[in-house]
């Protein structure tokens, strides 16, 4: 015994880990229901960043389909006569292209968009071209040929997909034909040419499958909309992030220019664009396409509380130190009735002017907005001092909504411990933190809840991923930290009311941020261990928290514990315990679980222990390997009230029991 406990000790030594003698046994105490967990618990953070939005999550494929790029056709190929016009039927994107006759019966006038990083189609799928046109000098009709091509191969199959429609009138009209892709193809060209002697004015041109999620016309990707709503969210923040600053004032996230008819919201330039130098992107915009409406709308389908941040009156502050840059507080006025008009747009009857714009957009019924964000990552007191009139004006006129303030860009200190007293004076009812923060920080941080003040403001984790030192992107390892770190979230589910996980989204070929949740190219999509991580917990966050305790403690990562994290739920309605223990350490651990204060005649059944674990640490899922990391559900016997088991090394488990 003696040569055996010196043979761990000397292996504790040479791996630099302190392991303790104790089996790890935990006691869970099921009489003791405490806190509620909150409908809120857990989310999703999106912001078009990582052409999440344009060229992700918002199906359409043609970019800059209004020709309002700054550079009008970028993104566009022309040939023979097309010229730019700028007196469009909508005002807010007034350019088209006219297509004139080339001259000759066997010339073309035409254009091809190249679409985000190409255009992806699906052989059998089917895809809906749309375009505004006309007669811009009459006639009683003009053909224009519309053609999916694969311009890279040039095969045989070059166009693959091809109709005619008729532009009849001199008036603008809506026009739409339906093309059926024979091939699978992820970097295909729309291309559009005159196909008769006339001329046609042709603007908004847009392309979009048939089969987006739940059919919507000007909808979204069904794979990537899926992808949110397996994981059975409760709140959905939108739409960022630093994009609800914008790099000004003049390009912040404004929401009223992303509701009513898609072909009159205007172009915003995205932020992301050129944040970071080397990662430059210079066709990166937001057409607005996927908007507040769009927004409110899958919120509901997938049963998520939506939680919009809205900017106070500053641009970003990193980009920006001068006060002018900013707005003087005075002048607040417009940016408070954006606030109070998203509500009336949310949540106001039909006959009022913004539930009027709702219910025109297709939903007469209210969004049922609960919570409204003011202010992303700001600091100093420029930020409570613009905070206060917003609160004041809201609490005023909608007392039931449910105020989010900001605690500035980082997990702790200086800005932050300035601005939580100053949430906490203005009554913020929670406050948002964020942190992407290196592996120390999410093994040291498992108690972090533990003794935050229970009378002030609820806690929003609103960004939070584990950003690996000297490994910036993802892997396991990152995500079982994080699934560790949660551990603390659940167990203080009394103070911590929210988290969502960011970015959500990037696209392979464009991403300006990582680690991500998800990731896609044209055609394909994968979820990442982190998103499994999310998952696990919201799918399995019960209804009240239990008492887990080991020797006594929380089980937090604290020295002596092994590196085990691990907290405990009761769900009443379906009857379940649930007990989540992530293995930090590179150890297989016994442990074992104890239910206490269930009566005699309890039976715990339908025993099940769900994994993720990889030996490849520095390994995730691809869009070459999507399942190569996934959660992995095996049977579990107990006996009786107790469970002694082993955990493997760098292993999340979930355990469950239905208590009958
Ligand atoms: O999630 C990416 C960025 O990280 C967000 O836009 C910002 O709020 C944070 O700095």
């Known amino acids: 015994m003696r040569r055996y406990t010196e043979l761990l000790a000397a292996l504790a030594l040479s791996t630099g880990m302190a392991l303790h003698a104790q089996t790890n046994e935990m006691v869970i105490q099921t009489k003791k229901l405490g806190a509620e967990i909150q409908p809120t618990m857990y989310g999703l953070f999106f912001e078009d960043i990582n052409y999440a939005a344009d060229g992700g999550l918002y199906a359409e494929l043609v970019k800059n389909r209004s020709f309002e790029f700054p550079q009008r056709l970028m993104g566009w190929k022309t040939y023979g006569k097309v010229t730019l016009q700028d007196d469009g039927p909508f005002e807010r994107n007034p350019h088209y292209v006219r297509l004139d006759n080339p001259g000759h019966a066997h010339k073309h006038t035409g254009l091809d968009n190249e679409g985000f990083f190409g255009i992806g189609v699906k052989q059998g799928e089917e895809y809906r071209f749309s375009v505004w046109a006309r007669l811009p000098h009459g006639g009683t009709g003009e053909k224009i040929r519309v053609e999916l091509v694969d311009t890279k191969s040039m095969g045989e199959h070059q166009a693959f997909a091809s109709q005619t429609l008729t532009i009849d009138s001199k008036d603008w009209k809506k026009y739409q034909v339906i093309l059926k892709a024979g091939v699978t193809n992820p970097k295909a060209t729309l291309r559009i040419f ?208 449910m105020i989010v303030g900001s605690s500035g860009p980082n997990s702790e200190g200086k800005e932050f411990d300035y601005l939580w007293p100053e949430m906490k004076r203005l009554k913020a009812d929670l406050v948002d933190e964020h942190f992407y923060r290196p592996e120390s920080w999410f093994l040291s941080q498992g108690a972090r ?152 005649q309890d039976v715990l059944s339908e025993g099940r222990c769900i994994t993720l674990s990889s030996l490849d640490q520095d390994k995730d899922n691809t869009l070459e390997q999507p399942f190569a990391i996934t959660p992995q559900e095996t049977p579990v016997t107990i006996n009786g009230h107790a469970l002694t088991t082993e955990l493997g090394p760098n292993t999340f488990a979930v355990y469950k029991f239905t208590k009958k």
């Open 194 to 401: 005159l196909a008769s002697q006339g001329t046609v004015d042709l603007e908004h041109i847009s392309l979009f499958p048939v089969d987006t999620w739940k059919g919507h016309e000007n909808g979204l990707r069904k794979d990537l909309a899926q992808a949110l709503a397996d994981i059975h969210p409760g709140v959905f923040r939108f739409p960022g992030g630093c994009i609800v600053e914008g790099t000004d004032l003049e390009t912040r996230y404004d929401w009223k220019k992303s509701v009513g008819p898609v072909e009159n919201r205007p172009l915003n330039e995205n932020r992301w664009q050129y944040t970071f130098t080397h990662r430059f992107y210079p066709d990166y915009y937001q057409s607005y396409g996927l908007g507040f409406y769009e927004y409110f709308l899958l919120s509901e389908e997938m049963g998520a509380a939506p939680l919009p941040i809205l900017n106070c009156g500053l641009a970003c502050q990193y980009q920006n130190n001068e006060e002018k840059a900013h707005v003087a507080v005075c002048d607040l006025d417009s940016y408070i009735q954006d606030a109070l008009d998203l509500i009336e747009f949310a949540n106001g009857d039909v006959n009022t002017t913004w539930g009027k714009v709702r219910a025109d957009m297709g939903h007469p019924a209210p969004f049922n907005l609960k919570y409204l964000g003011i202010g992303n990552e700001q600091w100093g007191k420029e930020y409570p001092e613009r905070l206060e009139p917003f609160i004041k004006a809201l609490r005023k006129a909608h007392p039931e909504i």
């Open 449 to 600: 809840y533990d003794n935050y003040d229970r009378k002030g403001p609820k806690v929003f984790a609103g960004e939070y991923a584990c950003h690996g030192k000297g490994k910036k992107w993802n892997h396991f390892h990152a995500a079982l930290l994080e699934a560790a770190f949660m551990t603390g979230l659940e167990r203080n589910a009394d103070i911590v009311h929210m988290a969502t996980y960011a970015p959500l989204f990037a696209h392979v070929e464009g991403w300006q941020w990582r680690p991500d949740m998800i990731w896609f190219d044209n055609l394909n999509s994968v979820r990442t261990v982190s998103y499994y991580v999310q998952q696990l917990y919201a799918q399995n966050k019960g209804t009240n928290v239990l008492p887990l305790t080991m020797n006594k403690k929380p089980v937090t990562g604290a020295e002596g514990q092994n590196g085990l994290f691990a907290s405990a739920v009761y769900d009443k309605d379906k009857n379940e315990l649930i007990v989540k223990v992530a293995n930090t350490s590179d150890k297989t651990q016994p442990v074992s679980l104890t239910f206490e204060g269930l009566k005699k």
